[in-house]
């Protein structure tokens, strides 16, 4: 438990408003959108950089795990205090502190939400590009400890393309600042090395991102399709020709009748798969390009292709993309959604694999993902209350990730190792890789504090810690 | 490829395969032996002085390419590949991978990543940062490390490679490198115009980021750079990328005095892109600084020396080519995130490379300690600071 003292210390630096204890309230800062559950002993709310690098110093005099928290959207149990602990909530810290046209820039703290920031930018013509599904909740802070991704990183690049400066507190409550406004600054690039590491090596609470001017023209387009073959086929033949589109997402059969039925968005119930095109740019550009598409869809096979007529009607399908989770939600209470990558050659047969899954294990597994650049997300649906059910979708999810490795590509493109896949990591990758970072991680965390048991395999983690706030011992 | 050591009677070793590479940086560990590492050793005058050391490591000889699949857009060499190389390469398949980075003729992919070069379309295109997607190196404890993977979108592990690039070798051994890779545009044009003054220049600039135009060059040379690839006053220089409909649009919406295409075209961006190494070539004392500013903080900059100045205008970084070391040092203003990149070797010791850093150095310095602890691996060639 964390003594009563303690709390009256943090209560201090925060305000009596500024954190939480008691069970009921505990209870909601227990999950992600993950399907891992774990509970904290304390919620904290600070406001500023300086209120953060005061608990993180509290917490390290004590011996108390710190986990940072945005919005609580991530799907690898990042935000999941394992050890118990503390969770630093940033939803006080949503402040855009700059927005700089002239210079393409944003300054932020780490609890603005994502798409937020695109607002702020819009009346002046510009965008954060990163895009996650979740961009209406999700943060920049989470999205910087994870790298996420979304459907336009494919022409885009994800968070860390995006990221030039950030300011973090390390384990010990030291604030660093990295990187700036500027570019290519001389030394390591501390900003690149940050983002990614998923709150293991320290808490971003101030992020410097690259906005981006808004394309002149838009098009969306939906190639429908009688069999998922013809769409995988349909992505590599648009890069031999050439084609990068800034979107390329594909929706399989199963997935399209749960959209459908949730957002009325025109996907059409029958078909075994349909891929969801963006192009943007120049008008001259992408007038012509559309027509490439066309020929090459067509070509693959697909029966229809449509290109949406207005902006609602793009709105539209991407509502029914980016609402695809909620809408699985409708129909199974449970579910668990994988991130493997394979290369974009491999997408077909990887399909072809994930239906096999599905019939040994006797669950369905709906498909919509990333084609473009190969990134899958095999939605295994379960229900928690049947004993083994859980188990039988883990068990699936890992064959499933094991063959993405198997086909040279990884076991998460854009929602992080945290503790569902950490255990994975040793088939990815080598022991020295793993020593490596865990040697980085004790670096920059020699007790093992800042968000415990996640990314390193256990065994290669911190070495076995006394928790002294459980009063037992725990091994990562 | 003539390689050209730092001090060719010393001992080299130039390792064929990744295991004699591992070998002979645990050897060097445990007979406590400084290291000169590089590739073909074409940037020798680039970053801190080249420290006293025992044995020249070149990854030269690591030249293979492992893995090609055009379909898939990624590449995986080894670091020994020359650039000029890999770039012929992807050229025959429709492909490219565009870091433009200065010395292309002679670096090695490895030299290209560890000094972090890069060139005129990193506007649109970015640089290493963004194009790597996986990368192997070998540190002094003989570990073989591994970041990323050969998928253009990946998560899993910390981005090592992050560290890697830009380092200067200062930390471990670059073996292998992953790259994602473009197919080349449908057509490409370059458009040259020429201003009176710089504020004029950056105007044509302002209007240009904004419009709905995004070109994959935006460079911006001074009198002084203008004349040396043979035009004159500030000459803004704009490489669009399209189809025929759309460098159209580019030639009725940015007016300019001269439009430039294929050979022609080619001839002024290498030009451009080998200013430094030309110009060191011929000023055997000369010093280059490169100073990484804002959009609106390049005015500053450009105002502030006659000396030839190569801006890439549509990221601010600057590159000034001064006659003398001490002119160059004597330029930069404390208020600026500047490094000399290049001086003349003899002269580095006494000059403050790197003058005012940040304060995550000592970050980066405890990072250097965790792989490097003895101080062994290229001291003192991250501009003299670690």
């Given at each position: 438990m964390i003594p009563a003292s303690v709390k009256r210390q943090i209560a201090a630096i925060v305000g009596p408003r500024g954190l939480l204890d008691r069970p009921e309230?505990?209870?909601?800062?227990?999950?992600?959108?993950?399907?891992?559950?774990?509970r904290p002993e304390l919620v904290v709310f600070p406001r500023t950089t300086e209120e953060v690098a005061a608990v993180v110093r509290i917490a390290a005099e004590h011996g108390i795990p710190v986990v940072g928290r945005g919005a609580g959207t991530g799907l690898s149990g990042g935000a999941i205090p394992v050890a118990g602990g503390i969770v630093l909530?940033?939803?006080?810290?949503?402040?855009?502190?700059?927005?700089?046209?002239p210079n393409e820039r944003a300054v932020v703290q780490a609890g603005v939400v994502n798409l937020d920031i695109s607002l702020a930018a819009q009346p002046y013509g510009y965008f954060y590009a990163p895009d996650p599904s979740s961009q209406k909740a999700c943060t920049i802070g989470g999205n910087v400890a994870e790298n996420a991704g979304g459907p336009h990183t494919l022409a885009y690049g994800v968070t860390t393309n995006h990221v030039?400066?950030?300011?973090?507190?390390?384990?010990?409550?030291?604030?660093?600042?990295?990187?700036?406004?500027?570019?290519?600054?001389p030394g390591y690039d501390l900003t690149g090395f940050f983002t990614g590491s998923e709150g293991t090596l320290a808490l971003v609470t101030k992020v410097i991102v690259r906005l981006v001017r808004m394309p002149e023209t838009i098009k969306t387009a939906l190639a429908i399709y009688d069999s998922t073959e013809g769409a995988g086929r349909t992505v590599s033949e648009l890069t031999a020709r050439a084609i990068i589109p800034v979107a390329l997402e594909m929706l399989d059969g199963v997935m399209l009748r749960m959209v459908e039925e949730a957002t009325h968005a025109g996907y059409p119930k029958d078909a075994a798969a349909v891929l969801l095109i963006e192009l943007e740019g120049?008008?001259?550009?992408?007038?012509?390009?559309?027509?490439?598409v066309r020929e090459v869809c067509l070509a693959c096979g697909a029966r229809e292709f449509r290109i949406a007529r207005s902006a609602q009607e793009r709105e539209l399908l991407w509502k029914g993309r980016k609402n695809a989770f909620g809408a699985v939600g409708r129909v199974s209470p449970f579910y668990y959604v994988q991130d493997g990558v394979v290369p974009r050659t491999q997408i077909a047969p990887t399909l072809r694999f994930i239906g096999q899954v599905a019939e040994k294990y006797g669950l369905e597994i709906s498909n919509i993902f990333h084609a473009g650049d190969g990134n899958l997300h095999p939605i295994i649906l379960f229900d928690a209350r049947k004993p083994g059910d859980l188990d039988k979708?883990?068990?699936?999810g890992e064959e499933i990730l094991e063959y993405c490795i198997?086909?040279?590509?990884?076991?998460?493109?854009?929602?992080?190792?945290?503790?569902?896949?950490?255990?994975?990591?040793?088939?990815?990758?080598?022991?020295?890789?793993?020593?490596?970072?865990?040697?980085?991680?004790?670096?920059?965390?020699?007790?093992?504090?800042?968000n415990p048991g996640k990314l390193l395999p256990t065994g290669k983690g911190c070495l076995e810690i006394r928790h002294p706030a459980l009063g037992r011992d725990l091994v990562f | 490829m003539g390689i050209a050591y730092p001090v060719p009677e010393m001992q080299i070793v130039q390792p064929q395969t990744v295991e004699q590479l591992r070998e002979a940086l645990v050897e060097a560990q445990r007979s406590g032996r400084r290291i000169t590492l590089g590739g073909a050793f074409s940037k020798r005058r680039m970053g801190g002085p080249v420290a006293p050391s025992e044995v020249i490591i070149s990854t030269a000889s690591l030249d293979r390419v492992l893995q090609y699949e055009p379909r898939d857009l990624t590449l995986s060499v080894e670091a020994g590949m020359p650039y000029a190389e890999l770039s012929r390469l992807l050229d025959q398949h429709g492909q490219m991978l565009p870091l433009d980075p200065p010395f292309a003729e002679a670096a090695t992919i490895g030299g290209v990543l560890a000094a972090n070069t890069s060139g005129p379309r990193r506007r649109l295109y970015g640089t290493a940062r963004d194009l790597v997607i996986g990368m192997k190196f070998v540190t002094l404890q003989g570990r073989l490390v591994e970041s990323g993977g050969m998928v253009v979108k990946n998560v899993a592990g910390l981005d090592l490679a992050k560290l890697l690039i830009g380092s200067f070798g200062t930390l471990a051994v670059i073996a292998v490198a992953n790259f994602k890779v473009l197919p080349k545009p449908p057509?490409?044009?370059?458009?040259?115009?020429?201003?009176?003054?710089?504020?004029?220049?950056?105007?044509?600039?302002?209007?240009?980021?904004?419009?709905p135009l995004q070109p994959a060059a935006v460079d911006l040379l001074n009198p002084a750079a203008a004349r040396l690839v043979g035009y004159d006053g500030w000459l803004l220089a704009v490489e669009a990328v399209g189809n025929a409909a759309a460098l159209a649009r580019y030639g009725r919406e940015f007016p300019s005095d001269f439009t430039l295409e294929s050979g022609e075209e080619a001839q002024f961006w290498?030009?451009?892109?080998?200013?430094?190494?030309?110009?060191?070539?011929?000023?055997?004392?000369?010093?280059?600084?490169?100073?990484?500013?804002?959009?609106?903080?390049?005015?500053?900059v450009a105002n502030s020396t006659e000396a030839p100045l190569v801006i890439r205008a549509g990221n601010g970084v600057c590159y000034a080519h001064f006659s003398s070391a001490d002119e160059a040092a004597a330029w930069i203003r404390p208020d600026w995130k500047a490094v000399i990149e290049f001086a003349p070797e003899e002269r580095k010791g006494e000059l403050e490379l790197w003058p005012s850093p940040g304060e995550d150095l000592a970050v980066m310095r405890r990072i250097k300690q965790n792989f490097d602890p003895d101080g062994l691996l290229n001291p003192g060639r991250l501009y003299g600071r670690i």
């Amino acid at each position: 438990m964390i003594p009563a003292s303690v709390k009256r210390q943090i209560a201090a630096i925060v305000g009596p408003r500024g954190l939480l204890d008691r069970p009921e309230d505990l209870m909601l800062y227990e999950y992600d959108g993950s399907v891992d559950k774990a509970r904290p002993e304390l919620v904290v709310f600070p406001r500023t950089t300086e209120e953060v690098a005061a608990v993180v110093r509290i917490a390290a005099e004590h011996g108390i795990p710190v986990v940072g928290r945005g919005a609580g959207t991530g799907l690898s149990g990042g935000a999941i205090p394992v050890a118990g602990g503390i969770v630093l909530s940033f939803a006080r810290m949503d402040r855009i502190l700059e927005i700089d046209i002239p210079n393409e820039r944003a300054v932020v703290q780490a609890g603005v939400v994502n798409l937020d920031i695109s607002l702020a930018a819009q009346p002046y013509g510009y965008f954060y590009a990163p895009d996650p599904s979740s961009q209406k909740a999700c943060t920049i802070g989470g999205n910087v400890a994870e790298n996420a991704g979304g459907p336009h990183t494919l022409a885009y690049g994800v968070t860390t393309n995006h990221v030039l400066g950030l300011e973090a507190v390390l384990a010990d409550g030291t604030v660093v600042s990295t990187g700036g406004k500027e570019v290519d600054l001389p030394g390591y690039d501390l900003t690149g090395f940050f983002t990614g590491s998923e709150g293991t090596l320290a808490l971003v609470t101030k992020v410097i991102v690259r906005l981006v001017r808004m394309p002149e023209t838009i098009k969306t387009a939906l190639a429908i399709y009688d069999s998922t073959e013809g769409a995988g086929r349909t992505v590599s033949e648009l890069t031999a020709r050439a084609i990068i589109p800034v979107a390329l997402e594909m929706l399989d059969g199963v997935m399209l009748r749960m959209v459908e039925e949730a957002t009325h968005a025109g996907y059409p119930k029958d078909a075994a798969a349909v891929l969801l095109i963006e192009l943007e740019g120049l008008r001259e550009a992408v007038e012509e390009q559309i027509e490439h598409v066309r020929e090459v869809c067509l070509a693959c096979g697909a029966r229809e292709f449509r290109i949406a007529r207005s902006a609602q009607e793009r709105e539209l399908l991407w509502k029914g993309r980016k609402n695809a989770f909620g809408a699985v939600g409708r129909v199974s209470p449970f579910y668990y959604v994988q991130d493997g990558v394979v290369p974009r050659t491999q997408i077909a047969p990887t399909l072809r694999f994930i239906g096999q899954v599905a019939e040994k294990y006797g669950l369905e597994i709906s498909n919509i993902f990333h084609a473009g650049d190969g990134n899958l997300h095999p939605i295994i649906l379960f229900d928690a209350r049947k004993p083994g059910d859980l188990d039988k979708a883990r068990a699936a999810g890992e064959e499933i990730l094991e063959y993405c490795i198997a086909a040279g590509g990884s076991i998460t493109g854009e929602h992080g190792v945290g503790m569902e896949k950490k255990e994975l990591m040793p088939k990815l990758f080598s022991d020295d890789t793993l020593e490596t970072i865990r040697d980085l991680k004790k670096l920059f965390d020699p007790a093992c504090l800042l968000n415990p048991g996640k990314l390193l395999p256990t065994g290669k983690g911190c070495l076995e810690i006394r928790h002294p706030a459980l009063g037992r011992d725990l091994v990562f | 490829m003539g390689i050209a050591y730092p001090v060719p009677e010393m001992q080299i070793v130039q390792p064929q395969t990744v295991e004699q590479l591992r070998e002979a940086l645990v050897e060097a560990q445990r007979s406590g032996r400084r290291i000169t590492l590089g590739g073909a050793f074409s940037k020798r005058r680039m970053g801190g002085p080249v420290a006293p050391s025992e044995v020249i490591i070149s990854t030269a000889s690591l030249d293979r390419v492992l893995q090609y699949e055009p379909r898939d857009l990624t590449l995986s060499v080894e670091a020994g590949m020359p650039y000029a190389e890999l770039s012929r390469l992807l050229d025959q398949h429709g492909q490219m991978l565009p870091l433009d980075p200065p010395f292309a003729e002679a670096a090695t992919i490895g030299g290209v990543l560890a000094a972090n070069t890069s060139g005129p379309r990193r506007r649109l295109y970015g640089t290493a940062r963004d194009l790597v997607i996986g990368m192997k190196f070998v540190t002094l404890q003989g570990r073989l490390v591994e970041s990323g993977g050969m998928v253009v979108k990946n998560v899993a592990g910390l981005d090592l490679a992050k560290l890697l690039i830009g380092s200067f070798g200062t930390l471990a051994v670059i073996a292998v490198a992953n790259f994602k890779v473009l197919p080349k545009p449908p057509g490409t044009r370059t458009f040259l115009r020429n201003f009176a003054s710089h504020r004029e220049a950056l105007e044509a600039r302002d209007r240009l980021l904004a419009s709905p135009l995004q070109p994959a060059a935006v460079d911006l040379l001074n009198p002084a750079a203008a004349r040396l690839v043979g035009y004159d006053g500030w000459l803004l220089a704009v490489e669009a990328v399209g189809n025929a409909a759309a460098l159209a649009r580019y030639g009725r919406e940015f007016p300019s005095d001269f439009t430039l295409e294929s050979g022609e075209e080619a001839q002024f961006w290498r030009n451009v892109q080998n200013f430094t190494p030309c110009f060191l070539e011929r000023n055997p004392q000369a010093a280059v600084v490169r100073v990484c500013c804002t959009l609106s903080g390049i005015a500053e900059v450009a105002n502030s020396t006659e000396a030839p100045l190569v801006i890439r205008a549509g990221n601010g970084v600057c590159y000034a080519h001064f006659s003398s070391a001490d002119e160059a040092a004597a330029w930069i203003r404390p208020d600026w995130k500047a490094v000399i990149e290049f001086a003349p070797e003899e002269r580095k010791g006494e000059l403050e490379l790197w003058p005012s850093p940040g304060e995550d150095l000592a970050v980066m310095r405890r990072i250097k300690q965790n792989f490097d602890p003895d101080g062994l691996l290229n001291p003192g060639r991250l501009y003299g600071r670690i």
